[in-house]
Nanobody
Framework: QVLLVESGGGLVQAGDSLRLSCAASGLPFSLYNMGWFRRAPGKEREFVAR????????DYADFVKGRFTISRDNAKNTVYLQMNSLKPEDTAIYYC???????????????WGQGTQVTVSS
């Protein structure tokens, strides 16, 4: 059974930083591409960032470029999302997901975590 568990969310002020973690089990983690998505209140889930199986290739949504960094530690079966210069509009539930394909489309990801809440106050 694949299990993805996010952690690291919380309530912060605008301009602060947070690092999200996603611990994976039940899958050959080092063979999977990983992504971070988010769902803000009243909005659809959207792509945030992705990283390929080796960690060499990354990709970001335009609204987080230069502020967020995705990384992974295959020895720890964990993917991270470092979020700097947070804005109130970053408030959302953040989800990690696993995919065999290289995509920013949520439908390409077959396994999802339960999400972690990030709230940014102004």
């Amino acid at each position: 059974q694949v299990l993805l568990v996010e952690s690291g969310g919380g309530l912060v002020q605008a301009g602060d930083s947070l690092r999200l973690s996603c611990a994976a089990s039940g899958l050959p983690f080092s063979l999977y591409n990983m992504g971070w998505f988010r769902r803000a209140p009243g909005k659809e889930r959207e792509f945030v960032a992705r990283i390929n199986w080796s960690g060499i290739n990354t990709d970001y949504a335009d609204f987080v470029k230069g502020r967020f960094t995705i990384s992974r530690d295959n020895a720890k079966n964990t993917v991270y999302l470092q979020m700097n210069s947070l804005k109130p509009e970053d408030t959302a539930i953040y989800y990690c997901a696993a995919a065999q394909s290289w995509s920013e489309i949520s439908g390409a990801y077959h396994s999802w975590g339960q999400g972690t809440q990030v709230t940014v106050s102004s």
